[in-house]
């Protein structure tokens, strides 16, 4: 069971939107802590997606955006493309657990 | 460009122990805090252990606590996870990562831990 909840999977098409949520709470989330996000593609490392609730690192397309509000957070991606498909994690740190924690991870695939 | 190889995994009994090693290059490794974090089979990302950039303040998860000590040679640019009385639950492919600003730069490509009979 991880602290922040994710949907196990997502699909969409070729070209279309789809958005992944993170439900955190008052002590992950809810706090000034930033909400960042990885992209885990089979056979590969995972690679920094989005920093600090909404920032590109160089190299990222702008097709990845994500937001934070309150205890929740989203990661949206645009113009799906077929070598997107992969597992996508919300990453943040609880400051009653006092560590670094994950969401469980969502499987995106590209129908 | 940044790399972060590991190395030191494979099959091991329960009880028995196991070091994982990390090198990295490419960057300043000294101003960097460094993480191991796991993936179990089947399951999402789980932090393990984490080490300050001057390997002060180790720490741990709760279920490795005691029996994982995280260390770091910053002369060699090398990582290490010392892996005492291992558990079938901790089998997982074992990654480092640097760790500044609250999240994970760079990650290693892993390296897999099967504690099995």
């Known amino acids: 069971q991880s602290v922040l909840t994710q949907p196990p999977s997502v699909s969409g098409a070729p070209g279309q939107r789809v958005s992944i949520s993170c439900t955190g709470s008052?002590?992950?989330?809810?706090?000034?802590?930033?909400v960042h996000w990885y992209q885990h593609l089979p056979g590969s490392a995972p690679k920094l997606l989005i920093y600090?609730?909404?920032n590109r690192p160089s190299g990222v397309p702008d097709r990845f955006s994500a937001s934070k509000s309150g205890t929740s957070a989203s990661l949206a991606i645009s113009g799906l493309q077929a070598e997107d498909e992969g597992d996508y994690y919300c990453?943040?740190?609880?400051?009653?657990?006092?560590?670094?924690?994950f969401g469980g991870g969502t499987k995106l695939t590209v129908v | 460009q940044v790399q972060l190889v590991e190395s030191g995994g494979g099959v091991v009994q329960p009880g028995r122990s196991l070091k994982l090693s990390c090198a990295a290059s490419?960057?300043?490794?000294?101003?960097?805090?460094m993480h191991w974090v796991r993936q179990a089979p089947g399951k999402g990302l789980e932090w393990v252990a984490v080490?300050?950039?001057?390997?002060?303040?180790?720490n741990y998860v709760d279920s490795v606590k005691g029996r994982f000590t995280i260390s770091r040679d910053n002369s060699k640019n090398t990582l290490h996870l010392q892996m005492d009385s291992l558990r079938a639950e901790d089998t997982a492919v074992y990654y480092c990562?640097?760790?500044?600003?609250?999240?994970?730069?760079?990650w290693g490509q892993g390296t897999l831990v099967t504690v099995s009979s």
């Open positions: 008052s002590s992950n989330l809810g706090t000034a802590y930033d």
């Open positions: 990453q943040s740190y609880d400051i009653r657990l006092r560590g670094v924690v």
């Open positions: 990562a640097t760790f500044r600003g609250g999240y994970y730069s760079y």
């Open positions: 080490i300050w950039y001057d390997g002060s303040n180790p």
């Open positions: 600090g609730n909404n």
């Open positions: 490419g960057f300043t490794f000294s101003n960097y805090g």
